[in-house]
């Protein structure tokens, strides 16, 4: 049963912005906090940002005042505002629902299947 589903992924030059979206279940969108992870090319994958129910949110410093995640409990939906993309953003993003706790976030086993997003010129 597919649980996470992403989209929004392409190709963007630098200094573009992207929206990644990710359409959850709402059994998983309620009772987990969400976050997005990347994975570029022989590198290990990172938590880019995480948004609890309550409005917490946590962001790599790499992506700080870039990057907002927001929830949208309608539609039981996750996004990923991107803006002033560069290229060493270049990566599969991935979707993942976990446990926020004490302002870090811990991925559980719900792993959508990435979108890759690509910055280049």
């Known amino acids: 049963q597919v649980q996470l589903v992403e989209s929004g992924g392409g190709l963007v030059q630098p200094g573009g912005s992207l929206r990644l979206s990710c359409a959850a279940s709402?059994?998983?969108?309620?009772?987990?906090?969400m976050g997005w992870y990347r994975q570029a090319p022989g590198k290990q994958r990172e938590l880019v940002a995480a948004?609890?129910?309550?409005?917490?949110?946590k962001y790599a410093d790499s992506v700080k005042g870039r990057f907002t995640i927001s929830r949208d409990n309608a539609k039981t939906t996750v996004y990923l505002q991107m803006n002033a993309l560069k290229p060493e953003d270049t990566a599969v993003y991935y979707c993942?629902?976990?446990?926020?706790?004490?302002?870090?976030?811990?991925?559980?086993?719900?792993w959508g299947q990435g979108t890759q997003v690509t910055v280049s010129s």
């Open positions: 993942n629902a976990g446990i926020y706790r004490s302002g870090n976030y811990y991925p559980d086993n719900y």
């Open positions: 709402r059994s998983i969108f309620t009772l987990y906090a």
């Open positions: 948004s609890t129910s309550g409005g917490s949110t």
